[in-house]
């Protein structure tokens, strides 16, 4: 089993920073691309960030430029810097998992349980 742990949500004024971190667990899988994605209040979950195994990184238009994703193989953790946080990145943010057993050849998403993340004065 997968489990994934995310944390570093909170309230922040507009302009500040935030980290957020996804701790993954789990033997006998490999983990693909990592990623960021996030939902606002009547909106459809969206792509934040992404990262592969071989470190390239994709950001969404929205976040270019503001935000920094990274991934510690050491400590199996992928995290998101967000610096000059904007009103409208207030979200439901959720880190995500692309991963395949050792013994096996099919890939599948695995989701962590989401952390609030409020830029609000």
């Known amino acids: 089993q997968v489990q994934l742990v995310e944390s570093g949500g909170g309230l922040v004024q507009p302009g500040g920073s935030l980290r957020l971190s996804c701790a993954v667990s789990?033997?006998?899988?490999?983990?693909?691309?990592m990623g960021w994605y996030r939902q606002a209040p009547g909106k459809q979950r969206e792509p934040v960030a992404l990262?592969?195994?071989?470190?390239?990184?994709n950001y969404a238009d929205s976040v270019k430029g503001r935000s920094t994703i990274s991934r510690d193989y050491a400590k199996n953790t992928v995290n998101l810097q967000m610096n000059s946080l904007k009103p409208e990145d207030t979200a439901v943010y959720y880190c995500?998992?692309?991963?395949?057993?050792?013994?096996?050849?099919?890939?599948?998403?695995?989701w962590g349980q989401g952390t609030q993340v409020t830029v609000s004065s």
């Open positions: 995500n998992v692309r991963v395949r057993r050792l013994a096996g050849f099919n890939e599948y998403d695995v």
């Open positions: 789990g033997s006998g899988f490999v983990f693909n691309a």
């Open positions: 990262i592969t195994p071989g470190r390239s990184t």
